[in-house]
Each structure stands twice: as C-alpha cells, then as structure tokens.
C-alpha cells in the first residue's frame, strides 16, 4: 500500500519560511519521482517543484527562486524548502510520487498539508 505523509504546514507570516516533509512507504520512494505540487482556493492544482526521472530537480518558472526540492534516500523523505514566502503562497500542498506502468505513470498523492501566509 502506498503512503505519502506530509508536514511542515502551518501559518506563516509574509517573508517568513517553511520546510515540507513527505515521508513515503515502501518501495515507492526508489521507483518513484517525487514531487510537490500545490492548490489554492478556486484554483487548479498546480506543480510546485519535482524530481525528473534522471534525478535533476525540475521547477516551473514561476517557482523558480524561494523554493527548493530536496530529497534523503535514507529516510524515505522528499522535502520542499519554501523562503521569502507571499500571501499568494496560500494553499494546500500536496506531495505527489509517479510511478512508471506501462507506458504511463501513476500518480500517488498525499493528503496535504496547508500553507497560510499572512500580510
């Protein structure tokens, strides 16, 4: 069974920073990219930062600069260090694994963990 466990979320004032965690169960970590993605209200789920199948980090251009992905093996632990944060930070963040089938992926997901960026 797969598990993905995030925490680090929490109420945080505009400048301030956080730090992810997602632990993930058995063997998914090593099979898997992980990832962080995020959703805020009334918005579509979008990626935060990623690990490609080569293990190089991957960021969108808009998440380019206070967010940082990082990963220990060991622990089974992909995290998301989050600086400079801004209100429009606010949202659900999700911890994503994707694994290979076939000739596709599936997608594994955590049950979120909040952000609240005050101004």
């Known amino acids: 069974q797969v598990q993905l466990v995030e925490s680090g979320g929490g109420l945080v004032q505009a400048g301030g920073s956080l730090r992810l965690s997602c632990v993930a169960s058995?063997?998914?970590?090593?099979?898997?990219?992980m990832g962080w993605y995020r959703q805020a209200p009334g918005k579509q789920r979008e990626l935060v930062a990623n690990?490609?199948?080569?293990?190089?980090?991957n960021y969108p251009n808009s998440m380019k600069g206070r967010f940082t992905i990082s990963r220990d093996a060991a622990k089974n632990t992909v995290y998301l260090q989050m600086n400079s944060l801004k209100p429009e930070d606010t949202a659900v963040y999700y911890c994503?694994?994707?694994?290979?089938?076939?000739?596709?992926?599936?997608?594994?997901w955590g049950q979120g963990t909040q952000v609240t960026v005050s101004s």
């Open positions: 994503n694994a994707k694994t290979p089938s076939g000739l596709g992926f599936n997608d594994y």
């Open positions: 058995g063997s998914i970590f090593s099979r898997s990219a």
């Open positions: 690990f490609a199948s080569a293990g190089s980090s």
